[in-house]
């Protein structure tokens, strides 16, 4: 693979691009040549003065490495007047270095140097004067295999005058260099371009000083970064070798922060390692910087979240990052040496712990235990109660109350729900205050003995009929509708009911406990009977009875009948005789 970083110098004007990969290069995204050298920022306010910037030299992997060009020098010219005698003042940049055959073309070619600076301050120009700085012509490619990236062309120079305008027989060439091209490939750049034309400007006001240079400042250092309570650090700068013409210090110490003079004290609020530099300036300008690593070992400590108990209880609670630990207060902690002790605090109470790690660094924090107060129940007593009957229950010293079992309560979430138990049963009652906190109670409600009540059968008795009754079971009882009922307060009472009567019972026993019962007796309707008149008849004849109103029928003396049982007989007397 073949990959050309082949950039043209800049000063005046910018480099060109180099060229691309080599064209069977089809695993890398073409357009991958070097970006040329920027055009540099000057004006005649400005008053700067550069070299020009040398060409990239091409990448080779292969065969030989080809020179860039050089980048042109700086010419400064200071006089009343010049005369130029038919010679040219030029500084231009070099062109790059070119293989000498196409074997040799194997790789990425250099490109041109920039031009170089000239810079007149001279009042009168004599005769006509040529100034030049070009720039140098990127290498060329002569490979006849693939195409392969060419050199970059450089950027233009820069020409400078003091006077105000351009005289009219002073002529400059600032021509950007040409860019390199694949020979065998029709001239082809494959990329490369040429560089931008250079700068000529007027007015430049060059500022020259007779006063002999004199060396303040040879070398900035860090000679102190000393570590002190876990995470801070005493920084000192010096500079070389004379720190009293250091006129700025500027340190970076690696977290975003920053300091202006000679020494600081800074105070990491993490850990880490943080690279650290100062750069230094003196009198003169010359800057120099210095770097150093310091590495912070701050504990990071976490621990457990602040914790409300209900009453007093155990709960355990911790603290981690070190290697060591104490917790205070002591008294109510299982282990007050330990990461994570249990806690039994009596009320509530704040323990604080310190953490110590490997160097000696410790950091202290607190976990905050809170005991809140047991909700202070009062309830309604055991009772005992008779089957079917209703208990109602009173909870108190809390906002909340859930009761179970709640099938037997018409509300399991109020203070003074009524029980409805079928059997002996023990109700539990959760109450809980405005702390969360709960207790529980429990209620017993027992169901009286239930005795065994019997009683007498429904029955139907005919009109102006009475019929004993009973129930037993009882201790004592009491009968409606009393009016046709010999006894009402009677176990077993006669009854005479005019009409269909269902007689009520309340039945109270041993335990005064009531229940409640019914007889009930139909009464048939009163029977309309009719019968043939008294009669007289011959001796020897028959005269025919009637009866009418019954269901069945007993005529008497039956001798003188032909049919005692029914409703006609025929009646055959021998003397007088009357028929019941």
């Known amino acids: 693979m073949h990959i050309t970083v082949v950039v043209g110098g800049g000063n005046g004007g910018g480099g060109g691009i180099g060229g691309d990969q080599w064209t069977p290069a089809k695993t890398i995204v073409e357009n991958v040549g070097g970006s040329g050298g920027k055009a540099l920022s000057n004006s005649s306010t400005l008053n700067k003065l550069y070299l020009g910037g040398s060409g990239g030299r091409g990448h080779a992997n292969d065969l030989d490495e080809y020179a860039a060009g050089n980048g042109g020098g700086i010419i400064i010219i200071t006089a009343s007047s010049i005369q130029s005698n038919g010679y040219l003042i030029k500084s231009n940049g070099g062109n790059a270095v070119e293989p000498v055959s196409a074997a040799k073309s194997y790789d990425g070619l250099s490109g041109g140097g920039a031009g170089g600076t000239i810079l007149l301050n001279i009042n009168n120009i004599a005769t006509p004067l040529n100034l030049q700085s070009t720039g140098g012509k990127g290498g060329d490619q002569l490979s006849v295999e693939n195409r392969l990236g060419s050199g970059a062309g450089a950027g233009g120079g820069l020409i400078a005058i003091s006077q105000g305008s351009k005289p009219s027989n002073l002529n400059y060439n600032l021509n950007g260099g040409l860019n390199g091209v694949n020979t065998a490939f029709g001239n082809d750049p494959h990329g490369a371009t040429p560089g931008s034309d250079g700068v000529f400007l007027t007015g430049f006001n060059a500022k020259f000083s007779k006063t002999p240079f004199q060396k303040s400042i040879d070398s900035i250092k860090i000679t102190q970064a000393l570590l002190h309570d876990c995470k801070i650090v005493d920084f000192k700068g010096a500079g070389y070798p004379q720190p009293t013409s250091v006129t700025s210090w500027i340190w970076n110490l690696g977290d975003g922060n920053t300091g202006n003079s000679q020494n600081l004290s800074h105070t990491y609020t993490a850990s880490g390692n943080f690279k650290v530099s100062l750069n230094g300036m003196d009198i003169n300008g010359c800057k120099d910087s210095a770097t150093t690593t310091v590495a912070i070992n701050d504990i990071n400590l976490t621990k457990s979240k602040d914790t409300a108990l209900c009453g007093s209880s155990s709960v355990k609670i911790f603290a981690s990052g070190g290697t060591s630990y104490s917790w205070t207060p002591a008294t109510s902690l299982s282990n007050a040496s330990i990461e994570n002790p249990v806690v039994t605090p009596l009320s509530s109470t704040k323990y604080f712990v310190t953490v110590t790690n490997p160097d000696g660094c410790s950091k202290e924090d607190s976990v905050n235990i809170i005991v809140n107060s047991l909700p202070l129940i009062s309830k309604s007593n055991d009772t005992i109660i008779c089957k079917n009957s209703r208990a109602p229950h009173l909870a108190s010293g809390g906002t909340t109350y859930t009761w179970s079992p709640a099938s037997s309560l018409n509300n399991p979430n109020i203070a003074n729900p009524v029980a409805s138990p079928a059997t002996t049963t023990t109700y539990n009652v959760k109450v809980t205050n405005v702390d969360d906190c709960s207790q529980t109670a429990s209620i017993n409600v ?27 079971g009882g201790n004592s009882y009491s009968w409606t509708p009393t009016s046709t009922l010999n006894n009402s307060a009677s176990p077993n009472p006669i009854a005479t009911p005019t009409s269909t009567t269902v007689y009520h019972v309340k039945i109270t026993d041993v335990n005064s406990c009531v229940f409640n019962d019914s007889i009930k007796i139909n009464v048939r309707p009163a029977a309309v009977f009719s019968i043939s008149p008294d009669n007289s008849v011959c001796a020897r004849n028959s005269q025919q009875l009637s009866a009418s109103g019954g269901d069945t029928y007993l ?26």
Do not use: E, M, Y
Request: hydrophobic residues 35%; proline residues 15%; positive net charge.
């Open 446 to 472: 027992n169901i009286k003995p239930v005795p065994i009540i019997t009683k007498s059968n429904d029955t139907t008795i005919c009109n102006k009929a009475s019929a004993k009754i009973f129930v037993t």
């Open 555 to 580: 005529w008497g003396p039956a001798s003188f009948l032909d049919n005692p049982n029914v409703s006609n007989p025929i009646a055959s007397p021998n003397k007088r005789q009357p028929i019941p």
